[in-house]
């Protein structure tokens, strides 16, 4: 994954005390739009630069916003700012004015899943902390009513984590583990219940199940 860096002028530094327990979503309210004029906007709203993390265009490019060890300036409800990491999409994913954007782009999607999986893993954040601005501020409809919170909410279920299961082959139980949404059994495992052998060629990079 690529962040890039607008190298961003900020009026201060701000110290760290973003504790990472929830991880927002917003949208721009703009159909076009660039870091740079989110960055603009908020320093002529008093703000200290960009008040998101990150900001992701509809053509799938992450750029990278306030540090994030920053705290944010994307949700002051419920003292979000101070335990959050706020995400902005381009886009306006609601009806408002001549902005209207009804579909999300699949590249500004998948980025936005992208992004935030190894936010979770890195920072043990549950998927059930992955919010919408709305979820705290109930008077705006951010990130859209249009955006597809379910299906995004499905791509990340099982992130991070893995329990032993049991994978009944025949006869024979062996251990497998759950991943997500995938199963993974040992090769080994599962020849030997078939009674097959198993080869490596290390050369070809290569196993072989006879």
């Not at 540090?67 to 902005?88: A, F, R, T």
């Not at 919170?149 to 082959?169: A, N, P, Q």
């Not at 006869?171 to 097959?196: C, H, M, Q, S, W």
Request: charged share 25%; with cysteine; aromatic share 12%.
């Amino acid at each position: 994954m690529n962040i890039l860096d607008p190298k961003l002028k900020f009026k201060t530094v701000l110290k760290n005390n973003n504790t990472h327990e929830y991880i927002i979503i917003h949208h721009a309210l703009a159909s076009k739009c660039t870091v740079d004029d989110i960055h603009r906007w908020h320093l002529e709203r008093g703000f200290i630069g960009i008040g998101y993390h990150f900001f992701i265009s509809k053509n799938g490019f992450i750029y990278k916003g306030r540090d994030i060890n920053w705290q944010g300036g994307h949700c002051k409800e419920q003292l979000m700012n101070i335990k959050s990491v706020g995400i902005c999409l381009e886009g306006c994913y609601e009806d408002y004015k001549d902005q209207t954007d009804k579909v999300v782009p699949e590249t500004q999607f998948q980025a936005l899943a992208e992004l935030v999986k190894p936010l979770l893993t890195t920072y043990k954040i549950p998927v059930e902390r992955v919010k919408r601005h709305h979820d705290f501020a109930n008077y705006k409809l951010c990130p859209g009513n249009y955006f597809p919170w379910d299906r995004f909410i499905e791509t990340l279920k099982g992130v991070g984590s893995m329990e032993d299961i049991k994978v009944i082959i025949g006869k024979k139980v062996v251990k497998g583990k759950l991943i997500g949404n995938r199963t993974y059994v040992p090769v080994t495992e599962i020849v030997d219940a078939f009674n097959r052998t198993v080869r490596w060629e290390a050369d070809e990079r290569a196993v072989y199940i006879e």
